[in-house]
């Protein structure tokens, strides 16, 4: 009887461990199979968290779900579209032309008569020329410049699917996200209480990401480049999308583009122009983040600064685009898994003495 026993235990063991394994194994397979389609995956999920209100306004009008979900993915598609081709049209053709009129700038000796205009500078002329080949750099880099809008303008068939596919899995994200909610309340072996707060903390998270990181970043480019423009600086549109992309990263922000700007100014002898830049990247490009974030995020994103930036960072580095989404909601989900732990711990520590 007892190695009949010990023989199902066994056999109960093994049996446990290869459904481990071949749940580890197929875990693994389907996150290969998602890899190519992270990106869209991840902005999808974002926009139909950001979105949901709207769904489920639209649901208690229309009483459909696919006919709203179908309506919110087309308004939020055309708005999407919309903006992204007449950004990129222009910003293909100022990156080209910036680029041409700095060679130009360069090949013709230029910038060094600005710098020799300005005695305390002229020094600075001599240092540049025997440390840079300046002219052999601009060159390289306004031969990338016009290489990277021309694949741009190639890859804009790929774009085009990954936008295609954004939405298609946008409209499913909507429609079915109650039911996608409840499998994985029932495939976690977390409580409800504790997939609750799992799911605010994401939510806040992805709220706090686009509202306080996306959104603000992009108005502080939006302030740059209309000040490039009104200051007649070349490609407004390039460089404002710069300072955003910038201010997107912790630490960095747009005073690494304005700085350079203003400093050129001087040294062409637009003083004036290099004062206006200098106080308006200090009030109010500089201020607008303290200013907006409060407001748009509050208490939402609950990250140090540290796990901000590393969460910033490390997900542009390892899923590019979508890691401004992934890198905080995975800090975010791990914190979370590891709080629970504690609680638990204790938990049970009451039950035993109880």
């Known amino acids: 009887m007892k190695k009949e026993t010990s023989s199902l235990w ?57 006919l709203a979900a179908a309506l919110s993915v087309v308004v939020i598609g055309l708005f999407v579209v919309v903006a992204a081709t007449f950004v990129g049209q222009r910003l293909v053709v100022q990156a080209v032309k910036g680029a041409e009129l700095i060679e130009t700038k360069v090949k013709s000796g230029e910038w060094r008569r600005a710098l020799e205009a300005q005695p305390r500078l002229a020094p600075l002329a001599d240092a540049i ?57 029932s495939l976690s072996p977390l409580s409800d209480a504790e997939m609750d707060r799992l799911f605010d903390r994401v939510g806040d998270t992805i709220y706090a990401t686009v509202y306080g990181t996306l959104a603000v970043s992009a108005m502080q480019g939006v302030l740059g480049g209309l000040m490039f423009w009104w200051l007649g600086l070349t490609a407004p549109l390039l460089w404002g999308m710069v300072m955003a992309l910038l201010a997107v990263v912790p630490v960095l922000g747009a005073f690494v583009v304005w700085i350079p700007a203003a400093f050129y100014l001087a ?88």
């Open 129 to 185: 020329e025997r440390q840079i080949d300046l002219p052999g750099t601009v060159k390289t880099l306004a031969t990338w410049l016009s290489t990277t809008a021309g694949s741009i303008v190639k890859g804009s068939v790929y774009q085009l699917i990954g936008f295609g596919l954004t939405f298609y899995l946008l409209f499913f994200f909507l429609r079915d996200r109650r039911a996608a909610l409840q499998s994985l309340r």
């Open 267 to 354: 040294v062409e002898g637009s003083w004036g122009k290099a004062l206006i830049l200098i106080l308006w990247g200090m009030l109010v490009v500089g201020t607008i983040d303290n200013l907006l974030r409060p407001i748009l995020v509050g208490k939402r994103l609950k990250l140090h600064t540290l796990l901000a930036f590393m969460s910033v960072v490390g997900g542009l580095i390892l899923f590019g685009s979508a890691g401004l989404i992934l890198g905080p909601v995975a800090v975010t989900v791990t914190i979370v898994l590891l709080e629970v732990w504690p609680s638990r711990a204790m938990a049970d520590g009451r039950n035993e003495s109880s």
């Open 10 to 66: 066994a056999r109960s063991r093994v049996g446990t461990l290869l459904l481990i394994g071949a749940t580890a194994g197929g875990i693994y397979l389907c996150y290969r199979l998602a890899l190519p389609f992270l990106p869209a995956i991840a902005w999808a999920l974002a926009l139909a968290v950001l979105f949901a209100p709207c769904q489920r306004w639209l649901e208690s009008k229309l009483k459909r779900p696919s």
